[in-house]
T-cell receptor, first 114, second 115 residues
Framework: GENVEQHPSTLSVQEGDSAVIKCTYSDSASNYFPWYKQELGKRPQLIIDIRSNVGEKKDQRIAVTLNKTAKHFSLHITETQPEDSAVYFCAASLPTDSWGKLQFGAGTQVVVTP | NAGVTQTPKFRVLKTGQSMTLLCAQDMNHEYMYWYRQDPGMGLRLIHYSVGEGTTAKGEVPDGYNVSRLKKQNFLLGLESAAPSQTSVYFC??????????????FGSGTRLTVV
């Protein structure tokens, strides 16, 4: 099966600075990599995803990059704002025997200080 | 369009008691999942279903059972609750796009405490 490691576990940034979260995965056949944001006491929500045939994807202040050779993908948040404070989860899934199953990383607590 | 609805939102059980968590989705999604969330461990898959009448074990299935008698509902049962099952439980669903992978829609979660 797939194994996903996520670093760092906590990240403190000053408002306006950038934040980067990195995930590594074990199975080179994985082909779908979503990122979820979970605010305190709320459900995880999909914020961006990338498929293995794409190296980078952007959506306003967030971007995800994928390095298939090194088997890692990263979330980049630019010009951070207090509302970016949350737990962020990366995930990966395999195209075979996956049935859409996602393997999640352990999460990164991001704190944006004014 | 409610998305994914979980009931109940909170529950306290005594060790040995049983309960059922209900997940309902109105998006006609084929796939449904039950995850548990524990501090520092992310989201771990308990059981999942790829369609009405089908279920399969995930990463941490012991102590849980599931049923999917109707496409829109996915039930998670605890037959004899243990303190180790204290957790936040999330249901999720996703569409079968034919490409194998799609983003999840999560329910709002059930916070379960077993004393």
């Amino acid at each position: 099966g797939e194994n996903v490691e996520q670093h760092p576990s906590t990240l403190s940034v000053q408002e306006g600075d950038s934040a980067v979260i990195k995930c590594t995965y074990s199975d080179s056949a994985s082909n779908y990599f979503p990122w979820y944001k979970q605010e305190l006491g709320k459900r995880p929500q999909l914020i961006i995803d990338i498929r293995s045939n794409v190296g980078e994807k952007k959506d306003q202040r967030i971007a995800v990059t994928l390095n298939k050779t090194a088997k890692h993908f990263s979330l980049h948040i630019t010009e951070t704002q207090p509302e970016d404070s949350a737990v962020y989860f990366c995930a990966a899934s395999l195209p075979t025997d996956s049935w859409g199953k996602l393997q999640f990383g352990a999460g990164t607590q991001v704190v944006v200080t004014p | 369009n409610a998305g994914v609805t979980q009931t109940p939102k909170f529950r306290v059980l005594k060790t040995g008691q049983s309960m059922t968590l209900l997940c309902a989705q109105d998006m006609n999604h084929e796939y449904m999942y039950w995850y548990r969330q524990d501090p520092g461990m992310g989201l771990r898959l308990i059981h999942y279903s790829v369609g009405e009448g089908t279920t399969a074990k995930g990463e941490v299935p012991d102590g849980y059972n599931v049923s999917r008698l109707k496409k829109q509902n996915f039930l998670l049962g605890l037959e004899s609750a243990a303190p180790s099952q204290t957790s936040v439980y999330f249901c999720a669903s996703s569409a079968d796009t034919g490409r194998g992978n799609y983003g999840y829609t999560f329910g709002s979660g059930t916070r379960l405490t077993v004393v």
